[in-house]
């Protein structure tokens, strides 16, 4: 079934996409005709993703931790062989290992992991994708997922906001230079979507806090926002897909926000 825009077979790699917001997305991109290549560092959560997402439409998977490079080396050969071709790349990236944790709480290989995470693979897989296009002459859009608490931090996410603020510097730099070839990002910005690991870092928060699960989801998720929800998932999937079709090329480089006013800066 088709919602919306049609991506009329787009071959399109989501990564971090077994479980959680990867996950969601590779679903609501079947369902507008995309084909998909999903990945994830474990197997089992593949197998169990692949079982889900092939009723909506064509999906493979490849195995990869997003923090070895012969693996994102090999996500872009496989997903090519698997497709054919690869017309776009949704970037969704896990959570980094110590997080929810505060600055005094990190250590020197947090800080590794996260800058190898939220920094060295989207713009090593940026690269290898740039490479490919510019090399068969075609075009090719290259989504990076991001969020909210870059532009008004949340102390526990110290680390992946410092480190993932970049992409919005890549999807800009990445459009204005190869744009002239067709080849465009754009960064999104995401507020509250309810996914397994964004339920237990709350749980975590609410020990610390010494508080129930209830209170601190209440506060720090539904009562930031007029709508008192979090989002849903054909609300990205929409945004996503129009991203995605050719209808958004006037906007290449932007950044957009889904968060259902949860931030109150204005400003990015």
Known sequence: MSIGIDLEGLGIIITASSRGIGF????????????VVIS?????????????????????????NLLRREDLENLIREAWELMGRVDALVWNAPNISCEPCLLN????????????????????LTTLLVRKWLEKG???????????????????????????AGLIQLAKSVSRTYG???IMAYSIL?????????????????????????????????SRTPL?????????GSLVAFLLSDEAEYMLGSTLVIDGAMTKSIFL
Do not use: Q
């Not at 709480?105 to 090593?124: M, Q, S």
């Open 228 to 236: 008192h929800r979090t989002g849903r998932w054909d609300e990205l």
């Open 24 to 35: 969601h997305i590779a679903r609501e991109l079947l369902k507008r005709n995309a084909r």
């Open 105 to 124: 709480e990190t250590c020197y290989d947090d800080w590794k992991e996260a800058a190898e995470l939220h920094t060295v693979a989207p713009g090593y």
């Open 138 to 164: 075609m075009k090719g859009k290259i989504i990076y997922l991001n969020s909210v608490s870059i532009k008004e931090p949340m102390p526990p996410l110290i680390l992946a906001d410092t480190t993932r």
């Open 40 to 64: 994830s560092h474990s197997s089992k959560n593949l197998d169990n993703a692949k079982k889900e997402l092939s009723r909506f439409g064509e999906v493979h998977t490849v195995l990869a």
């Open 180 to 182: 002239k070839h067709g």
């Open 190 to 222: 995401l507020g509250s979507f309810e996914t397994p690991r964004a339920k237990e870092n709350l749980r975590v928060i609410a020990e610390v806090r010494g508080e129930s699960f209830g209170e601190t989801w209440e506060r720090e998720v539904l």
